[in-house]
């Protein structure tokens, strides 16, 4: 039986954690994982991203309404909670009034780390959820996510979203200024390199792949040059 790394629960000889680097950005983010999404070792980015950022917490479940940790985060009057879903009336640093509705809290970001079709369903269930103020993007993003399609052009992926919402809400003066969230991009770039790698093996090799719809993959996938756009966070001066 192979052995697993306890903060990735990848096998050892295939950890990402050795590509990590902490993003203390003062955002707290609480990632509300679907226990579908915690079996995706695959492609999951959700732990991920809480490996790289200090302080940040993974709830498992569908219905949070009697969650005891989560509805002490809510409470907590430190915090200002927000849900990251996109909508009419979501809080962007484009809108009006967003900095001094915050004020002096520290910003607790939820993300549902889920499929689109699971997370609605998770925040129909949570009604703790329901009046929480929303938290969407001033800008547009495009995932660099190729191994995985996405439903649509604008969805990114949960790592993605903790980098790009950082770097908005530090032009907001909502998280600090002097942290980079590089790191986020770079194990995530990692990861895709790993995955695509892997892929292209299982193509030349001939065996079939471990999900049902492997079938359809027969052509290798190009391996974009991510190393040229983004050196190691760590070698940085």
């Keep these: 039986m192979r052995e697993l790394c306890l903060r990735c629960f990848r096998p050892i000889s295939n950890c990402y954690c050795r590509y990590a680097s902490d993003v203390d950005c003062g955002i707290k983010f ?3 994982m679907h226990p579908k999404e915690a079996k995706r070792q695959r492609t999951g980015t959700g732990r991920l991203a809480s490996i790289c ?3 940040s917490e993974i709830i498992m479940g569908i219905d949070f ?3 005891e940790r989560l509805n002490s985060l809510l409470n907590d009057e430190r915090y200002f909670p927000m849900l990251m879903y996109p909508g009419e009336d979501a809080w962007n640093c484009g809108r009006q009034g967003f900095k001094e509705a915050v004020g002096n809290k520290q910003p607790l970001v939820i993300i549902i780390d889920s499929t689109w079709f699971c997370s609605k369903k998770m925040i129909r ?3 703790n959820l329901h009046k929480l103020p929303k938290l969407s993007f001033k800008g547009s993003y495009k995932s660099i996510f190729t191994f995985k399609k996405e439903p649509y052009d604008y969805c990114v992926s949960t790592i993605e979203s903790c980098y790009y919402i950082i ?3 530090q032009s ?3 998280a600090k200024a002097e942290c980079s969230p590089e790191p986020l991009m770079y194990i995530f770039r990692k990861m895709i390199e790993f995955q695509l790698s892997k892929e292209n093996e299982r193509i030349e090799s001939g065996l079939p792949g471990s999900h049902a719809y492997d079938w359809k993959y027969t052509r290798k996938k190009e391996i974009p040059n991510l190393k040229a756009e983004a050196a190691s966070p760590k070698s940085e001066s």
Aim: proline share 6%.
């Design 65 to 67: 309404t009697q969650n």
């Design 172 to 174: 907001c003066s909502l």
């Design 167 to 169: 770097k908005e809400l």
């Design 30 to 32: 609480v990632f509300l």
């Design 53 to 55: 950022l200090p302080g």
């Design 125 to 127: 269930l949570s009604k």
